[in-house]
C-alpha cells in the first residue's frame, strides 16, 4: 500500500488538526499554541521529540526498522502564519484579527505530523527520520535559526527536503524544479531628506516627493537595462511615506520609501545593489537632496541540488505516476528561507499542487484557504522521500 492510500484513513482526523490551527495563526517565533499542537500529538504517539529548537522549533526523531547504513533523512515543515486581516467566512477562519494562514503552513505541518504518525506506525526504512517543525519562515529566518541553534549538530540529516503547496497546480499533481526553485529576498529603504515648506511656494524647498518620484520611475530601468534578458530580476517599490493626507499645502522634509528585490544569481544581486545605491544618490544629488539606501539580503535563492532533485521527481512519479509530475516547473520569484538549509545540507524543495490560482486566489491572498483534499498525498509523499532515501534491506 502506498503511504498515501495508508494515510487517507486518518484524513477526517488531519483535516480537523488543519482547520484548527488555521483558526489559531500565530506569527513567527510566536507559534507557543502551534508547537503545543505539535507536541501533543507526537507524544500521543510516543514520538521521540526535542523543542525550543531556533526558539519555538520542534525536531521529532523516528528511528526505522533498522539503521544498518547510518542514513539520515530530514523533512521539514513551516509553522508560522502572516500579519494579514482574514477575508474568509468559513467556522475555520482566523480568530485573531491581523493574522491569518495566507500561505499554507497550517497544512504544512498536519502534513508532517501525518507523515510522522505513518512513519512512526511503519518503519519501513532503514536510518532515522528527523521531522523538522520550523517557526519564523515569513521573513524570519527562522530556518537559519534553527541551523545556528545546533540543528543539524543535534540532528545530522544527510538530506534534507521540504514541500510547499502551490494553488498554481491542480490537486494531484507535483512540481520540482531543477536548479533554482525560488528566488532571493532583498529588502530596500530608501530614505529621503529634504527641506520642507509651504506647496504654494515650492521655490524655497528641497521636495523629497518630487525625488521619491524621480527614483521610483528610474529603479525599474534597472531591471530592463542591466539584467540580461535571458536572466530574471525583480525591483519592487511596494510602500512609499511621506508628508500627512491632512496637509494639502505642506511640503515634507522626509519621505521613505520600501520594497523589494529578487534575483537567482549572486552576480545579477550584486550588480542592482550597486546600480541602486548609485542611482538613489544620484537622484538626491540633482535635486539638492540627500538620498541613501539600506540594502537589507534577507532569504538567499533556494537552489535545489541536482541529484536530490531528480530523486524528489523520481519519488513522486512512483507515487502518483508520470503524468502527474511536472519535472521542470518555473522557478518562482517568491522566496524560502528553506534556502539555509539547502546551503548547508543537500536536498530539494518540491511543490504540490492544491488548486485555486484559476480562480485568482494565490499565497498571500486574504481568501487563501490550504486545501485539505491534498493532506494524504503532501504526508504521504513527505513519508515517501523518508521510504526511498533509506529502504530496507531485501
Not at 371 to 394: C, F
Amino acid at each position: 500500500m502506498k503511504p498515501d492510500e495508508y494515510i487517507r484513513r486518518w484524513h477526517d482526523e488531519f483535516t480537523i488538526i488543519r482547520r484548527d490551527l488555521h483558526a489559531h495563526p500565530e506569527l513567527g517565533f510566536e507559534e507557543h499554541r502551534t508547537a503545543r499542537v505539535v507536541q501533543e500529538n507526537l507524544a500521543r504517539l510516543g514520538v521521540e521529540h526535542h523543542t525550543g529548537i531556533g526558539k519555538t522549533g520542534i525536531v521529532a526523531v523516528i528511528p526505522g526498522r533498522s539503521n544498518s547504513r547510518g542514513r539520515s533523512v530530514g523533512l521539514r515543515a513551516d509553522m508560522d502564519a502572516l500579519p494579514l486581516l482574514e477575508e474568509n467566512e468559513f467556522a475555520h477562519k482566523s480568530r485573531y484579527e491581523g493574522r491569518m494562514h495566507g500561505c499554507g503552513h497550517d497544512g504544512h505541518t498536519t502534513m508532517l505530523l501525518a507523515a510522522a504518525r505513518y512513519l512512526h506506525e511503519t518503519r519501513n526504512f532503514d536510518g532515522t527520520a528527523y521531522l523538522i517543525f520550523q517557526p519564523g519562515e515569513e521573513g524570519y529566518a527562522g530556518a537559519k535559526a534553527m541551523i545556528d541553534d545546533g540543528l543539524f549538530e543535534r540532528f545530522p540529516a544527510g538530506q534534507v527536503f521540504a514541500l510547499h503547496n502551490w494553488p498554481g497546480l491542480p490537486p494531484g499533481r507535483i512540481g520540482i524544479t531543477p536548479g533554482y526553485a525560488m528566488a532571493a529576498a532583498d529588502r530596500i529603504e530608501i530614505t529621503i531628506d529634504g527641506r520642507g515648506g509651504h506647496g504654494a511656494h515650492p521655490h524655497t524647498v528641497i521636495d523629497p516627493v518630487l525625488v521619491a518620484g524621480h527614483i521610483i520611475t528610474a529603479a525599474q530601468s534597472i531591471v530592463s537595462r542591466n539584467v540580461s534578458p535571458i536572466d530574471t530580476a525583480v525591483v519592487s517599490l511596494c510602500a512609499m511615506q511621506a508628508g500627512h493626507p491632512g496637509a494639502m499645502s505642506v511640503v515634507p522634509s522626509h519621505a521613505k520609501l520600501v520594497g523589494t528585490v529578487r534575483t537567482f544569481k549572486p552576480a545579477t544581486q550584486d550588480m542592482i545593489e550597486k546600480r541602486l545605491t548609485a542611482l538613489v544618490q544620484s537622484i538626491g544629488d540633482a535635486f539638492g537632496a540627500v538620498a541613501t539606501l539600506k540594502y537589507e539580503r534577507v532569504y538567499p535563492a533556494t537552489l535545489n541540488h541536482d541529484r536530490e532533485a531528480m530523486f524528489a521527481a523520481d519519488v513522486a512519479e512512483r507515487l502518483v505516476g508520470a503524468e502527474n509530475v511536472v519535472r521542470n516547473l518555473d522557478p518562482s520569484m517568491g522566496s524560502e528561507d528553506f534556502s539555509f538549509m539547502l546551503q548547508v545540507k543537500p536536498g530539494a524543495f518540491a511543490r504540490l499542487g492544491q488548486g485555486g490560482a484559476e480562480g485568482g486566489c494565490f499565497l498571500h491572498n486574504s481568501q487563501y484557504d490550504f486545501n485539505d483534499a491534498v493532506i494524504p498525498l503532501g504526508a504521504g509523499y513527505l513519508a515517501a522521500l523518508a521510504e526511498s532515501a533509506m529502504p530496507l534491506a531485501k
